[in-house]
């Protein structure tokens, strides 16, 4: 298969969606350009701050672009990279966009409540509190993967003890991205610079954080990385979004958008041919079936339950006017399936790239090694297509590295923030209700993030192989949770809400069957075959278990509300309401 024509196929298929299917949701569902939006309602300087449309996509996007795009189809290739592709498209066009828009959508519309808060309106006081609860256990899980993850990423020595220049200049631009975005957020609050001047000044920053990283790497190992990687996301956490996380994120945006451009460049130079196997089978090598796997692996390139709390959990509190949710919703989950596809056509075709020189000896040494991670083979084969441009390899590793890192850590402090946000509202009581010193003391913002911190270092300890299946399977049936969630806020206000019942039902079976399965190969280990370790086995069995119970019963009080007269779900919404 021609790689570029694949990818020109994806592109034409993802900007028709947004244009048709994107804009006929927005007609559908009904948007006011005049309503006064929550971030100008509650706004408080911390948490809602009216932006404009393109910061509030840079941080969308961002945060939802972490790891999943890259790790997720590289991983599910080995049923052929056409499962991998059918269901990025089918997937981010009819499934995630849907998701992520809706609960942006719905957030909006209720003055910024997060999907937990509206689930109580809708649905009641218990569903909240279950909600909650899995947003909590689920955030734990991101943290352990994904902080894991970045701290190998920049480890500045290798196997063989020896300094890595990729990982020390990488790990040099990430701490300059973190004290050049403060300075760059504190920039634009005094200034109000916008338009074309702040993006002027925020490329010729990235620019100059590349350089100076490469010039002046530095070489942390991957304990002591671990440890700044928990401080930073506490600091992402607590502080007001404009300060730190909003900067950061609206920077990391050009450095994602420009490694995507790069990307398609060097595959229409190239015009690579994908020499991996369309199709290889229902079951892979490993044993696993093409169902569920394929549907929990390809995650947050077609559709993952995560988008949904970054949509309206921060980024409906940052939204200043309702026209700017398409794009920032529908749009930016587009981008990343896109983004998906870029993935399937480089790895799937370094065969293909080696064989043209497009990857010298090194590069290909590393592509083809038996330890080769997603993130490597992804990395190499970028870095061999810009290097068609003069542009030279340790500088295009250096970049692709900081690259791997960043898709991550840009999701680790959403999630964080998201944690500590979660953890508050579980044990958040009513405006009327007196607040006794330990529900004060748990939901003081300090508190509450040191204690989700805590909890994602102490899974973080078992590895990010160990935590990814897990995660993905919370990660979609946290998705389906959302779906039916939002199936009767829609219906609840009047709304058409149809185009969310495939998604939700198809995403129920696949991650009860995929954790069922989970739960029965771990207890497999402990009874019959050994080998049963608490730390990984354990720790997932617990979490598997009580997902799935979670789960059930939010979908379970959801379903028996969807399925209620019109009327009297209306009628119950307006009497909790009073």
Request: hydrophobic share 50%; aromatic share 14%; net charge neutral.
């Amino acid at each position: 298969m021609n790689g570029l024509l694949l990818l020109a196929i994806a592109a034409a298929l993802l900007l028709t969606a947004y244009l048709v299917y994107g804009r006929y949701l927005v007609k559908t569902w009904g948007i006011d350009p005049k309503a006064k939006t929550p971030a100008y309602e509650k706004e408080d300087g911390v948490d809602y701050v009216p932006s404009n449309k393109w910061e509030v996509f840079g941080h969308q996007f961002s945060s939802i672009a972490g790891a999943g795009p890259v790790t997720g189809p590289v991983l599910a290739m080995v049923f052929g990279w056409l499962p991998a592709f059918l269901w990025v498209m089918v997937g981010g066009i009819f499934f995630g966009a849907v998701q992520d828009f809706g609960a942006l959508y719905a957030s909006v519309k209720s003055h910024g409540k997060s999907m937990g808060q509206i689930i109580e309106t809708y649905i009641g006081k218990t569903g909240r509190k279950l909600f909650f609860l899995f947003c909590w256990l689920f955030t734990l899980l991101v943290i352990a993967a994904f902080a894991d993850m970045v701290a190998g990423s920049l480890n500045g020595y290798n196997a063989t003890g020896a300094q890595s220049l990729p990982s020390g200049a990488a790990s040099s631009i990430t701490i300059l991205y973190v004290f050049v975005a403060i300075a760059f957020g504190f920039f634009l609050k005094k200034t109000g610079l916008s338009g074309w001047k702040q993006v002027v000044l925020g490329i010729a920053l990235i620019v100059a954080m590349l350089a100076l990283g490469i010039a002046f790497p530095v070489y942390f190992t991957k304990q002591t990385w671990v440890y700044l990687v928990f401080v930073y996301i506490f600091f992402a956490s607590v502080t007001p979004i404009w300060v730190l996380k909003q900067p950061r994120d609206y920077l990391t945006t050009f450095l994602f958008i420009g490694m995507i451009v790069a990307g398609v460049v060097g595959v229409f130079v190239s015009n690579p041919t994908i020499t991996s196997p369309a199709f290889t089978g229902f079951k892979s090598a490993t044993g696993s079936y093409i169902f569920p796997t394929l549907f929990v692996t390809v995650a947050c390139g077609a559709v993952s339950g995560f988008h949904s709390l970054v949509s309206s959990e921060t980024s409906s509190k940052q939204i200043r006017n309702e026209s700017d949710m398409l794009q920032v919703g529908y749009g930016s989950m587009l981008l990343e399936s896109l983004l998906a596809v870029l993935v399937i056509v480089v790895v799937g075709s370094l065969t293909s790239l080696a064989s043209k020189g497009v990857l010298n000896e090194t590069l290909s040494s590393m592509a083809f090694a038996d330890t080769a991670t997603p993130f490597i083979k992804f990395s190499v084969g970028v870095t061999g297509l810009i290097s068609q441009f003069g542009f030279p390899q340790e500088w295009g590793l250096c970049i692709m590295t900081m690259f791997v890192s960043a898709l991550a850590l840009t999701s680790l402090d959403a999630v964080a923030r998201i944690g500590r946000l979660s953890f508050q509202e579980l044990f958040e009581v009513n405006e009327d209700a007196e607040t006794n010193s330990v529900v004060a003391f748990l939901t003081n913002k300090y508190v509450a993030t040191l204690i989700t911190l805590a909890g994602g270092y102490l899974l973080s300890l078992g590895g990010y192989l160990n935590i990814w299946p897990l995660f993905g399977s919370a990660n979609q049936l946290l998705a389906a949770m959302v779906l039916v969630s939002l199936s009767v806020f829609l219906k609840v206000t009047g709304r058409k809400g149809y185009m969310l019942y495939v998604p939700m039902v198809m995403m129920l079976v696949v991650t009860m069957t995929s954790l069922g399965m989970s739960v029965y190969n771990i207890c497999l280990k402990l009874f019959v075959t050994g080998g049963f370790v608490f730390m990984t086995d354990g720790l997932q069995l617990f979490f598997a278990i009580l997902l799935m119970a979670l789960g059930l019963m939010i979908f379970i009080g959801s379903g028996k509300k969807l399925v209620q007269p019109v009327e009297k779900a209306m009628l119950q919404e307006q009497e909790q309401n009073a």
